[in-house]
């Protein structure tokens, strides 16, 4: 935790969180000036390094800063929902959209982050990154009752997909230039549906198989 930083009033915290994501969701990590954080969120590059030692701190708090405010919300749509995955994955995309609103660079940033080859955070990020693929590492963090979801493999594939797809989603969005919130929600909706009729369809005919008869 940074004590200094979060020693600042709540307002500074923000206009510093707003200017680094806009700042690093524009170009690559090593072409992004620190100045221009400092000067968007009204301080000098010298008190931004008093709260952040060097670039690559920022960097990297401002990416943990985007993971703890998704799984926050995460907990919350995991007790506000039934329990089932796709109910679940249905309250967290509304989530996630209200995240984007509050933080309208914060999307491209994580994209850009996620692509990022500059050898100094790129380790570092993926090894932050890879374990949110893993359904089973989510499912204790937030909550998620196991036994309430699809089949394991199937839950996992659902989770990996949507994971792939809104990835895929932010990366049109970054070639587009701005971000289509209500677009974005009906198709994360349309392919919810899609693996919804598939493993439905598959649980019925699983269900339809005859018994075994007894020895």
């Given at each position: 935790?940074?004590?200094?930083?979060?020693?600042?009033?709540?307002?500074?915290?923000?206009?510093?969180?707003?200017?680094?994501?806009?700042?690093?969701?524009?170009?690559?990590?090593?072409?992004?000036?620190?100045?221009?954080?400092?000067?968007?969120?009204?301080?000098?590059?010298?008190?931004?390094?008093?709260?952040?030692?060097?670039?690559?701190?920022?960097?990297?708090?401002?990416?943990?800063?985007?993971?703890?405010?998704?799984?926050?919300?995460?907990?919350?749509?995991?007790?506000?929902?039934?329990?089932?995955?796709?109910?679940?994955?249905?309250?967290?995309?509304?989530?996630?959209?209200?995240?984007?609103?509050?933080?309208?660079?914060?999307?491209?940033?994580?994209?850009?982050?996620?692509?990022?080859?500059?050898?100094?955070?790129?380790?570092?990020?993926?090894?932050?990154?890879?374990?949110?693929?893993?359904?089973?590492?989510?499912?204790?963090?937030?909550?998620?009752?196991?036994?309430?979801?699809?089949?394991?493999?199937?839950?996992?594939?659902?989770?990996?997909?949507?994971?792939?797809?809104?990835?895929?989603?932010?990366?049109?969005?970054?070639?587009?230039g701005r971000l289509d919130l209500e677009a974005l929600l009906k198709?994360?909706?349309?392919?919810?549906?899609?693996?919804?009729?598939?493993?439905?369809?598959?649980?019925?005919?699983?269900?339809?198989?005859?018994?075994?008869?007894?020895?």
């Amino acid at each position: 935790m940074n004590e200094k930083f979060y020693a600042l009033p709540p307002e500074k915290r923000e206009k510093i969180l707003r200017a680094g994501y806009r700042v690093f969701a524009q170009s690559p990590y090593r072409k992004c000036p620190v100045q221009e954080i400092a000067d968007e969120a009204g301080i000098s590059k010298s008190l931004l390094f008093h709260y952040f030692r060097n670039k690559k701190e920022l960097y990297l708090f401002l990416w943990d800063h985007c993971v703890d405010l998704t799984l926050e919300e995460l907990r919350r749509c995991v007790k506000e929902s039934s329990g089932e995955l796709l109910s679940i994955l249905r309250c967290s995309l509304r989530a996630k959209a209200g995240l984007l609103r509050a933080y309208p660079d914060m999307a491209l940033f994580a994209l850009r982050a996620y692509y990022e080859k500059d050898p100094e955070v790129c380790g570092d990020i993926q090894t932050r990154a890879a374990p949110y693929l893993d359904l089973d590492y989510v499912a204790e963090l937030t909550g998620l009752p196991r036994d309430k979801l699809l089949p394991g493999r199937h839950a996992q594939r659902i989770w990996q997909a949507l994971c792939r797809d809104w990835i895929g989603f932010l990366w049109q969005v970054q070639l587009k230039g701005r971000l289509d919130l209500e677009a974005l929600l009906k198709e994360c909706e349309e392919i919810l549906q899609f693996w919804e009729s598939i493993f439905r369809r598959q649980e019925e005919k699983e269900s339809c198989k005859p018994s075994k008869p007894k020895a």
